[in-house]
């Protein structure tokens, strides 16, 4: 079922980010290894692509042991607001580390640094994991302006993002105001795409 439930996450998400400068993916917490795993099979299939891989949610070392798969990906960067606040101190060329998840104006300078290296003629692509987190650490209208700032500032230079929100009742106002930034909407529903 998992195999089925990745292949149609894949499905949805290559056509939509393909077809839509932004998309926003509305999930329950029990699919986000679904979805990880579909995105980076998806990275994976298309090397010619640039990625930056924003996480919030989980370290980067955590991320690597979990899906393997990373570890051939020569197409994408990550930015780890996560590791440092925790006292992780590894380092690794693949990955710029930013202090905390809530240095907003920092996130978006490594973004736009990161980005700003890959020729133009690239299709680029920016992934943030998860907006949920974000407004778990920041104040949400600080995150709306943020997010605001990020997504308009991708769409200026042409990078698609794909922004994760994992459902969770006591944010829904502020996730729904988000979420609805983007050109395009993906709720994921437990088995049902």
């Known amino acids: 079922m998992a195999n089925v439930l990745i292949d149609g996450l894949k499905e949805r998400i290559s056509n939509s980010i393909t077809a839509n400068q932004s998309i926003g993916i509305l999930l329950p917490g029990s699919n986000y290894s679904e979805f990880v795993e579909a995105m980076f099979e998806r990275i994976h299939d298309k090397p010619e692509e640039a990625?930056?891989?924003?996480?919030i949610s989980k370290p980067y070392d955590t991320l690597v042991?979990?899906?393997g798969l990373l570890s051939e990906l020569r197409n994408i960067r990550?930015?780890?607001?996560?590791?440092?606040?925790?006292?992780?101190?590894?380092t690794d060329p693949n990955v710029t580390f930013v202090e905390s998840p809530t240095m907003l104006e920092k996130l978006g300078l490594e973004i736009m640094n990161i980005f700003k290296k890959v020729?133009?003629?690239?299709?680029?692509y920016l992934?943030?994991?998860?907006?949920?987190?974000?407004i778990i650490y920041n104040d949400p209208e600080i995150v709306t302006e943020f997010f605001y700032h990020?997504?308009?500032?991708?769409?200026?230079?042409?990078?698609?993002?794909?922004?994760?929100?994992?459902?969770?009742?006591?944010?829904?106002s502020y996730l729904n105001r988000l979420i609805y930034l983007n050109d395009k909407i993906l709720k994921v529903r437990d088995s049902f795409i």
């Open 51 to 55: 990625w930056v891989y924003v996480t």
């Open 65 to 67: 042991k979990q899906y």
């Open 78 to 90: 990550f930015i780890d607001c996560i590791s440092r606040a925790a006292g992780i101190t590894k």
């Open 119 to 124: 020729d133009e003629k690239t299709e680029k």
């Open 127 to 134: 992934i943030i994991d998860s907006l949920t987190n974000l």
């Open 150 to 172: 990020i997504i308009n500032r991708a769409r200026a230079r042409e990078i698609h993002t794909i922004s994760l929100a994992i459902e969770d009742e006591g944010l829904e």
